[in-house]
């Protein structure tokens, strides 16, 4: 049962900012990997941010230089902090996590419900 929910999502300006949080949680025995995902109307699932438990970093193009994503380990919850915001932003953005449930296992990927930003013109 490890259940994963975001949180700060929400309707915005063009060149605003927004933050995200996405908090894991139930049985775990340790959180690997974690990133964000965002979905567009009429487009594909799309890799936003990842991030490693040891801090390691990867951005894609379409948002480097504008989102930064971090993590706090003590709490299993990943942040993205998301600035100059474009409408093209506008998407279902969605918590990912790769997790131990015991020591025995290899990790699972995991998805949160999703939270819904939109970025007005």
């Known amino acids: 049962q490890v259940h994963l929910v975001e949180s700060g999502g929400g309707l915005v300006q063009a060149g605003g900012s927004l933050r995200l949080s996405c908090a894991a949680s139930g049985t775990i025995f340790s959180t690997n990997g974690m990133g964000w995902y965002r979905q567009a109307p009429g487009k594909q699932r799309e890799l936003v941010a990842h991030?490693?438990?040891?801090?390691?970093?990867n951005i894609a193009d379409t948002v480097k230089g504008r989102f930064t994503i971090s993590r706090d380990n003590a709490k299993n919850t990943v942040y993205l902090q998301m600035n100059s915001l474009k409408p093209e932003d506008t998407a279902v953005y969605y918590c990912n996590a790769a997790i131990r449930t015991t020591r025995w296992d290899r990790s699972d990927n995991y998805w949160g419900p999703g939270t819904q930003v939109t970025v007005s013109s």
């Open positions: 991030i490693t438990d040891s801090g390691n970093t």
